[in-house]
């Protein structure tokens, strides 16, 4: 089995070669072109040189191309598949204003020609052949496995709490354009998905002595903060023994923030303190964001009075500015700035998690989950409402990635918490003295069975918060009704919708049939329904007596374990019958 993670600016790979009677041994790919030999890191840069449309490099060795005009480099590609949710109100204000409604995040364009599905397949396709390299240099007799489990494998992908099936649609067009899997079917059965926060709950179990504080019937947080979203859920502990079984308490949150917002803090406090310095240049600001991301944010703790980033040498002076011999001195205010408002949204999604419950532990994961400043921050507020911040015992940069893979080995959360209420539209029978069907009268028609029909209603399936085990599934029972006999039946179609309001709706639409705000298509599931033909029957309108043709049929729809399936189910000659159906997701470009 082999797991990925893409943070926002990083990447990782975990794996594991299961065989007969020997303990799972969980491996990290620490060899990456461009890095140097004894670095042993982990983690890669997630990006994507091009010039005029073509690969030029991926990885460590794309960092030579940032800044050159003949180049275009994709970086921060995740962030194009974040749903708009994520992408509006969670971006930070300004340095310095006082804006209180964030506006919408930026998103560096991709390369010219170049579209999302290409990025993201060329750089999957890049860390799997990595991984094999790895693999093979580090395994005995390494090539031959690779090749003889190479369509065998468990392809894991991590994806942050705020993605749904949209988002697992795209990433398996991308692998299989990236040549990771053989055909839609083959994507369907050997790609699994994890949320980053389900990933990191395992890994923080794995990494933080869970045996001397989980306790059956504890609840406890688990808190991922990486690159650029903040994925936090609340689990109960059911059972230890013989294994442990953890269930989510509620729907998890995942907000925007994260290590990038601190930097692009950084570098609009430094343009500005530098605006009228001869080093207030782009180019020099860009180096200095740099040394700040990789030492001063690192750590920095909220204690020290200065905090100096050396970037030039010793004829770079400009005492007015701060800067003498080529380090610049910045005071604890200036960079405890940098780090307010990610904080204070971090601090906030925490607490709406929680929502008023009283728990011991909240385990502390993820690279910018590392940083002693956000640490503290959290201490200040939970040590007061009792709670202790758990942090593991190893750098918990890899935590997604690793984790991964022991949560496909373990699998020790049994159900999930729906982060929203999901259904679909219904078209009931057109009601005159309902109200709210008067003033939707322009959409109403007229069925084949005689009656009018107004679409529109808001079926729900799952409302938020319900906990939903391996095995929850929705049954829908639908027809299709002709007012003559069809030669033949098409394919069969209804979209899935998500309802991310505070209350309830009982309409996805508003009384001119425009979609609700707060709701969106989540995918849709289609069926050939050609095979039923023979099943068609023919019935007798109640109201209008003409005749009409008839078909039935279920839809049964598995919410359980981390992505969704479907299946068509019929009766025929008295048995009941069933048929694949196909999860289709929108594209992007």
């Known amino acids: 089995m082999v797991a990925t993670n893409q943070s926002f600016n990083e990447g990782a790979v975990s794996f594991a070669h299961v ?81 209180s409604s964030p506006s919408t995040i930026e998103i560096p364009p991709l390369p010219t020609g170049v579209n999302l599905t290409q990025v993201y397949s060329t750089f999957l396709r890049y860390m799997f052949i990595c991984s094999m390299t790895f693999f093979e240099a580090n395994t005995p007799n390494g090539t031959a496995i690779w090749n003889r489990l190479r369509n065998e494998m468990v392809i894991i992908l991590c994806t942050p709490n705020g993605w749904d099936a949209v988002q697992q649609g795209f990433l398996k067009r991308a692998a299989l354009q990236a040549g990771l899997v053989d055909s839609a079917e083959d994507a369907d059965l050997r790609i699994e998905f994890v949320t980053e926060g389900e990933a990191s709950v395992h890994y923080a179990l794995a990494r933080t002595h869970g045996h001397t504080w989980l306790k059956k019937g504890s609840i406890f947080a688990v808190t991922d903060a990486g690159g650029s979203t903040v994925d936090s859920t609340l689990y109960e502990c059911k059972e230890l023994t013989p294994k442990v079984i953890l269930e989510e308490v509620c729907a998890s949150e995942c907000v925007q923030a994260g290590g990038i917002f601190v930097d692009r803090e950084a570098e609009s406090m430094l343009k500005e303190k530098l605006k009228e310095s001869k080093f207030g240049d782009d180019a020099t600001v860009h180096d200095m964001v740099d040394i700040f991301e990789k030492k001063t944010k690192r750590l920095f703790n909220g204690t020290q009075d200065s905090n100096i980033i050396d970037f030039g040498g010793r004829r770079d002076n400009d005492r007015e500015h701060s800067i003498i011999q080529g380090k610049i001195t910045l005071t604890k205010s200036e960079v405890g700035r940098t780090f307010d408002d990610v904080t204070m949204r971090t601090v906030n999604s925490c607490l709406k998690l929680l929502r008023g419950r009283k728990i011991q532990y909240l385990l502390l994961v993820g690279g910018f989950g590392e940083s002693p400043y956000l640490r503290s921050r959290l201490k200040e507020v939970f040590t007061n409402k009792g709670t202790e911040i758990v942090t593991a015992e190893e750098p918990s940069k890899k935590a997604a990635a690793e984790g991964a893979t022991i949560w496909y080995t373990k699998q020790l959360v049994v159900a999930r918490a729906s982060r929203y209420t999901i259904g679909i539209t219904i078209c009931p029978k057109y009601n005159a003295k309902d109200r709210e069907h008067h003033l939707r009268k322009r959409l109403v028609y007229d069925d084949a069975d005689g009656f009018k029909r107004l679409p529109g209603e808001f079926r729900v399936w799952v409302n938020k918060d319900t906990k939903m085990d391996q095995e929850f599934r929705m049954e829908y029972a639908s027809r299709r009704n002709y007012t003559t006999k069809p030669a033949s039946l098409a394919k069969f179609s209804i979209e899935v919708l998500a309802w991310e309001g505070d209350s309830p709706t009982k309409w996805t639409n508003d009384s001119n049939g425009e979609i609700l705000p707060k709701m969106r298509r989540l995918c849709s599931v289609q069926a050939d329904l050609s095979h039923l033909l023979p099943h068609l029957t023919q019935q007798k309108s109640a109201t209008t007596g003409s005749k009409y043709w008839t078909v039935q049929f279920k839809v049964l729809i598995t919410f359980g374990g981390t992505r969704l399936r479907a299946r068509l189910q019929w009766t025929e000659a008295g048995k009941t019958k069933e048929g694949p159906i196909q999860v289709v997701t929108d594209s992007f470009s």
């Open 19 to 99: 065989y007969p009677n020997a303990p799972i041994e969980i491996q990290m790919i620490t060899k990456w072109p461009g890095q140097p030999e004894a670095a042993g890191d982990s983690k890669i840069p997630t990006l994507v040189a091009y010039q005029n449309k073509e690969v030029i490099a991926c990885g460590a060795e794309a960092r030579d191309f940032l800044g050159d005009e003949e180049y275009e480099v994709a970086r921060w590609f995740k962030l194009h598949l974040h749903p708009d949710s994520m992408k509006v109100s969670d971006n930070p204000p300004a340095y310095g204003s006082n804006e």
